[in-house]
Nanobody, 123 residues
């Protein structure tokens, strides 16, 4: 199995910064892509940023220029640096990983989610 463990959430004032981390562990052959999603009550989970194994990154329009996603391949970890935070960034942030595993003598891709970490932006 594979586990994703997130850290770095918390409360911050508008204009402040936070850095989220998500470490993957377990039976991993390779990680194809990692991403951060967020969700607020009553709304669907939305993609915030994603990054492929080739370091190609994509961002939601609402966070472009403020958030940066990066990966540490040696640690199987993805980061989300969040700057100039706004109250509308308040949400539970979830880490996502598309992982290649060697199971039953074949390679196959699996999707995993972290448990979520709360980010609150308020004065």
């Amino acid at each position: 199995q594979v586990q994703l463990v997130e850290s770095g959430g918390g409360a911050v004032q508008p204009g402040g910064s936070l850095r989220l981390s998500c470490a993957a562990s377990g039976s991993i052959a390779s990680i194809n892509a990692m991403a951060w999603y967020r969700q607020t009550p009553g709304k669907e989970r939305e993609l915030v940023a994603s990054i492929t194994s080739g370091d190609s990154a994509n961002y939601a329009d609402s966070v472009k220029g403020r958030f940066t996603i990066s990966r540490d391949y040696a640690k199987d970890t993805v980061y989300l640096q969040m700057n100039s935070l706004k109250p509308e960034d308040t949400a539970v942030y979830y880490c996502y990983a598309n992982v290649r595993r060697y199971v039953s003598s074949i390679f196959a891709d699996y999707q995993y989610w972290g448990q979520g970490t709360q980010v609150t932006v308020s004065s």
